[in-house]
């Protein structure tokens, strides 16, 4: 079984940064995407970032957050800078997996970013 462990997150001012991470069990080679998502309190989760054939960010991210993969650690990171208080979630590492015709997903379980005003 696929586990992804998240860490980084915290607490940080309007402006600041963090980096968060994500470590795979299994080699990231394998996955055809990967990415983070994202859900504030009483919000559907929603896609922050993935980078599989192509890096895609949502709009209210581009220009601030940054994904990247090191498949040599078996990671995915995602940088953020210029942090709003918006940005405040439980932030969500997945993995997507695809074997002939079936898909396989899988989540950690989550680190909590606080942006304070």
């Known amino acids: 079984q696929v586990q992804l462990v998240e860490s980084g997150g915290g607490l940080v001012q309007a402006g600041g940064s963090l980096r968060l991470s994500c470590a795979a069990s299994e080699s990231t080679l394998m996955f055809n995407a990967m990415g983070w998502y994202r859900q504030a309190p009483g919000k559907q989760r929603e896609l922050v970032a993935t980078s599989g054939g192509s890096t895609n960010y949502a709009d209210a991210v581009k220009g601030r957050f940054t994904i990247s993969r090191d498949n040599a650690k078996n990671a995915v990171y995602l940088q953020m800078n210029s942090l709003k208080p918006e940005d405040t979630a439980v932030y969500y590492c997945?993995?997507?997996?695809?074997?002939?015709?079936?898909?396989?997903?899988?989540w950690g379980q989550g680190t909590q970013v606080t942006v304070s005003s």
């Open positions: 997945n993995a997507e997996l695809r074997i002939l015709s079936r898909e396989y997903e899988y």
